[in-house]
């Protein structure tokens, strides 16, 4: 069973405007991940948090992490077409080896 | 292109059919890991190798799947006697482990697999 879970489950906005996405998890974790997958295609790495981070960024996507409530955001500023994806957090558990256990996703389109 | 790659990228079988895929994945990565991902679901861990060790294994990797990896390289997912519930994307992903829990996975692009 997945242990993430994103919300909300799709996201349709504005070329220009913020998308912001939810995870929640239920174990103690090693490190968060967040991945896109365009339409039935593989999944990009997009940034890793570390358990004991709470706050990071790349270009236009930050990322923050709670440990004390086990959940997680991504933002992304100035949306853009391109950004029309699915988005999945993945955690990695402290003690399970090397597995990432993914959330069912959210789907975001941006309209132009 | 140095990226992790799949073999094929889609294939049809009739239910009861073996199929093998395969995957090669970023030279020098020690570690690969095989999911799968039903539509609109996130991808579910399978199973994952150390070099050519096979070292964890999802209760999803029922008897008819088996996984190889015999020279640390190249990896094979066999399915035996397909069933209709095995119709699924199966991706492969790579990495390289430096002991801290911290690396990247690099996924391919996936083989779909429809059993009819």
């Known amino acids: 069973s997945q242990q993430g879970e994103e919300d909300p489950q799709a996201l349709s906005i504005q070329e220009g405007e913020n998308a912001t996405m939810n995870c929640s998890y239920k174990?103690?974790?090693?490190?968060l991940q967040w991945y896109r997958q365009n339409s039935g295609r593989g999944l990009v790495h997009l940034i890793l948090i570390r358990s004991n981070e709470r706050e990071k960024h790349s270009g236009r996507l930050r990322v923050t992490l709670d440990t004390s409530k086990k959940s997680s955001s991504l933002l992304i500023t100035a949306s853009r077409a391109a950004d029309t994806a699915s988005y999945f957090c993945?955690?990695?558990?402290?003690?399970?080896?090397?597995?990432?256990?993914f959330g069912e996703g959210t789907q975001l389109t941006v309209n132009p | 292109d140095t990226g992790v790659s799949q073999d094929p990228r889609h294939k049809i079988t009739k239910r009861g059919q073996n199929v093998t895929f395969r995957c090669d994945p970023i030279?020098?990565?020690?570690?690969l890991y095989w999911y799968r991902q039903t539509l609109g679901q996130g991808p579910e861990f399978l199973t994952y190798f150390q070099n050519e060790a096979q070292l964890e294994k999802s209760r999803l990797l029922s008897d008819r799947f088996s996984a190889e990896r015999p020279k640390g390289s190249f990896s094979t997912l066999e399915i035996q006697r397909t069933e209709q519930g095995d119709s699924a994307m199966y991706l492969c992903a790579s990495s390289f482990s430096f002991g801290l829990g911290l690396e990247t996975q690099y996924f391919g692009p996936g083989t779909r697999l429809l059993v009819l």
């Open positions: 993945a955690t990695r558990k402290e003690t399970s080896g090397s597995r990432l256990t």
């Open positions: 030279s020098e990565h020690n570690r």
């Open positions: 174990t103690s974790i090693n490190n």
